[in-house]
């Protein structure tokens, strides 16, 4: 199989995100909350339960792939409505029956497993009015065991982590197998306003991270991109690298670095794609200067 990033075509211009760097878009079958996707990062089959059918984010990252975000348009998941679509995907799964649908039939079995469930979204996932309720219903559904172990993870922009409600959803992942993947793109005040598009201290983001951390292992997902065809440079690196080694200094647990780039297509373009060659450098000098393994996807 071809590397990810060598899949992906020049960011020139939008176009609709029809597909993945693995050939898919996240197919939801017409329900609103709940969808299946071949994910890079998951390694294979995922589950995502999309908090933000609204499209909501507190975030305006210049490489977001999400078209027509909005802010303050929270709405509650109907947690009944999303529960009912996530029986019958996991039943579709369990039974097979996705296996049949359209693309998926053309997969290898390993690409099939279901390899998590995941919080995520169409923006932010704890911005959800009813964060906590939607990880609550997810782990009484695991622990009902009508369906095989799934782990749960929940992918995050890390802006939310010190709220109380979202914190206590996070106690609620106890599973050891359990993930938060935090975004950290950046390792300075200017560059997270502009690549993130937020009025936000980096600080307090990774101050909300290194709560987390302290108490559980967390992924970092790094997204590097081009702007106007030009990359991170040296010292943009180094400081997100001086970020990493001090969170760690802290007393965080980091379990791994995904640095990655945007696999569906973006709608800025300004923003373009980094070679591979690229991505590896700034893997390799992350692993090495902070003693965290970082992969590229
Ligand atoms: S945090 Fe995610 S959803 Fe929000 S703007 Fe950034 S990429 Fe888009």
Partial sequence: MSSIVDSIAPAAKPKPASCTAFGCARDFDERRYVYTVISPRAGG??????????????????????????????LPVDIEKMMNELRDVMTMVSTRKLHRRPYYH?????????????LSGDGEPTLSPNFLEVV????HFRALRMFPFFKLVLITNASKLMEE???????????????????????DQERFQKINGTSEKLDALLQGILGVAKKRPVVIQSLQTAINGVGPTPKEVDQLIARICELRK???????????????????????????NNLSAIAQAISKKTGVRAVVY
């Fill in 250 to 276: 802290e007393g965080a647990k980091i379990a791994s670095v995904q640095i990655y780039s945007a696999t569906r297509p973006v709608w800025n373009t300004e923003v373009g794609h980094l070679k591979l």
């Fill in 165 to 187: 409600d979202v914190a206590n959803g996070i106690e609620l992942l106890e599973d050891r197998q359990d993930e938060v993947w935090v975004k950290l793109d950046v390792g």
């Fill in 136 to 139: 609550q219903s997810l782990v």
């Fill in 45 to 74: 089959l995922s589950i995502g339960v999309n908090l933000n059918p609204t499209r909501c984010c507190n975030f305006n990252c210049l490489y977001c792939e999400v078209p027509n975000r909005v802010t303050g348009l929270e």
């Fill in 106 to 118: 053309q997969l290898p079995e390993g690409l099939l497993e279901l390899k998590h469930i995941s």
